[in-house]
């Protein structure tokens, strides 16, 4: 399968820890999204990479979030001392560049529960 | 800041409907638009994607229209099948895309 995957598909964690999430995007994608999504909400956007670099972070991005892609491969999301409100389905996604023209592909995304 | 909105929130129909699906969207300056679909728990999955410069996009028995101008896109669903029961979600793409809350979608036999 040459998809994009997430991992893991599920984590609880108990408020105050700190959770981990790998995206492996397409594998000739340069371009890969992080996404947010809240029940009976449409994704928000969180941040984007091309390649290795960060080129925009949402507001929503607080500084608890950080967001790593150290290669231009794979990528990570950290959450640090998770709140109950970051209970969420984070969803990843890759494209080829440029933006204008190029169609986004998201994984099964990563549902978190805080407790 | 883009705002995107579709119409209507759920639609329940039965099987063998033609339906339409609306999304308007407050900021014309857009490079494309994408349709998804989402099952209940899971990612989303890519159906249509029309370029800026596109009018129509057709794929099987889903065809697609945009009118950038006026901020409006619409996605028909010809033959409505069981199978077709789901989110449908629509994102306009400037810097990044921007996603409507969905329209959920119910085809019963």
């Known amino acids: 399968d040459t998809g994009v995957s997430q991992d893991p598909r599920h984590k609880i964690t108990k408020r105050g820890q700190n959770v981990t999430f790998r995206c492996d995007p397409i594998s000739e994608h340069n371009r890969l999204y992080w996404y947010r999504q809240t029940l009976g909400q449409g994704p928000e956007f969180l941040t984007y990479f091309q390649n290795e670099a960060q080129l925009e972070k949402s507001r929503l991005l607080s500084d608890r979030f950080s967001a790593e892609r150290p290669k231009g491969s794979f990528s990570t999301l950290e959450i640090q001392r998770t709140e109950q409100g970051d209970s969420a389905m984070y969803l990843c996604?890759?494209?080829?560049?440029?933006?204008?023209?190029?169609?986004?592909?998201f994984g099964p995304g990563t549902r978190l529960t805080v407790t | 800041k883009q705002e995107v909105t579709q119409i209507p929130a759920a639609l329940s129909v039965p099987e063998g409907e033609n339906l339409v699906l609306n999304c308007s969207f407050t900021?014309?300056?857009?490079?494309?638009l994408q349709w998804f679909r989402q099952d209940p728990g899971k990612g989303l999955t890519s159906l249509l994607l029309i370029q800026s410069s596109q009018r129509e996009q057709t794929s099987g028995r889903l065809n697609a229209s945009l009118d950038k101008s006026s901020g409006r896109s619409t996605l028909y669903i010809a033959a409505s099948q069981p199978g077709d029961s789901a989110t449908y979600l629509c994102a306009p793409a400037a810097r990044t895309l921007t996603f409507g809350k969905g329209t959920m979608l119910l085809v019963s036999p």
């Open positions: 900021d014309s300056a857009i490079y494309n």
């Open positions: 996604a890759s494209s080829l560049s440029p933006m204008r023209s190029s169609e986004q592909y």
